[in-house]
């Protein structure tokens, strides 16, 4: 069995991430990773006449970069396993109209991420596939105006809400390579805890990200130390900051190896995104974008990314639901007989 665990499985053929994309807007490039990104725009349109449209030519670009990285051409993937923030995944099912190859659409809200490279690696470690891309997006505007308000209106947000990232990010997993490697994922379950507050999404996130992380170590045995960097996203900062209390109340102090995306991305200082950054781009673009070319400059070996997603719905939070949330993680290394 692969299973080492309710919820852990441990690949014994490491799929290895050859090749990665990303691109961003305007305000994710003024930020402390600007200089990190495959493509910043000039603005957030992107040449597009709406958001979606512009968030559609985001992953396709942040797809040509990881493809282009790989060595390979679109016709050679397998699988594409992709998704988004908007109603049906349009901006996903859009930007891959024309590409011609066997898809996947997913919807882990902010997970998406780290849900598609999970999956990517099953199917790769599985034998069924050569080369599959894991791709993902969000737009600040197009966000809005799906699950707020009209940018127009103005309305005023309180200091627990989080800015939606522009970008894109794109991961190209194969059977052979020179790393890094996913040598295990801890799936996550459903955790709910009565948040109904929709501008406090890292607190409604953060118990699905305690209580995956606290399956990874029990499941691998492993201890947060065993890892140069484990990182949510996105939390934000008042979610970060709930996590680390809770493994401080276990005894376990997780604050010296421990980050969000949503806190990396923006600088607060300089940059008006109150908790910090949030959406299905924002873990994509940190990872495609910073992490991953930290194992390239040999800054990282051993990496825990642990994308966090709100299950909810406009629909769900009018009606007065509370907010789901999840949490997959990926275990990434260096080593590719990291089985431990």
Known sequence: MKKIGRQTVRFPS???????????????GQGPLG??????????????????????????????FALKKAGIQTGQLDYILAGDLLNQCIATSYSLR?????????YGACSTMAESLSLGAMLVDGGFANYVAALTSSHFCSAERQYRNPLEYGGQKPPTAQWTTTG??????????????????????VVDK??????????AMAPAAYATLKAHFEETGREPAFYD?????????????????????????LSGCYHDCGVLLFDPKTQD??????????????LTGHLLREFQQGRLKNLLF???????????TMQGESVPGICHAVAISTEKGGTQ
Not at 168 to 189: D, F
Request: one cysteine or more; a neutral charge.
């Open 14 to 28: 490491p799929p290895a991430i050859v090749g990665f994309g990303s691109a961003v807007g305007t305000k994710e």
């Open 35 to 64: 200089q990190c990104f495959d493509f910043v725009g000039k603005d957030d349109s992107f040449g597009e006449k709406s958001w979606e449209k512009a968030e559609t030519a985001m992953q396709k670009k942040a797809l040509s």
């Open 98 to 106: 024309s590409q011609n190859v066997p898809f996947f659409g997913l």
């Open 168 to 189: 894109s990010g794109a991961v190209i997993l194969s059977k052979k390579g020179k790393g890094p490697y996913i040598t295990h994922v801890t799936t996550g379950k």
């Open 194 to 203: 009565g948040i109904t507050d929709a501008n406090n999404m890292g607190a």
């Open 229 to 253: 960097l484990i990182v949510t996203g996105d939390l934000g900062s008042l979610g970060k900051e709930i996590v680390i209390d809770f493994f401080r109340r276990d005894g376990v102090d």
């Open 273 to 286: 995104v109150h908790a910090g950054g949030s959406g299905c781009g924002c873990s994509a673009v940190v």
């Open 306 to 316: 642990c994308g966090t997603g709100a299950l909810h719905s406009p629909t769900s």
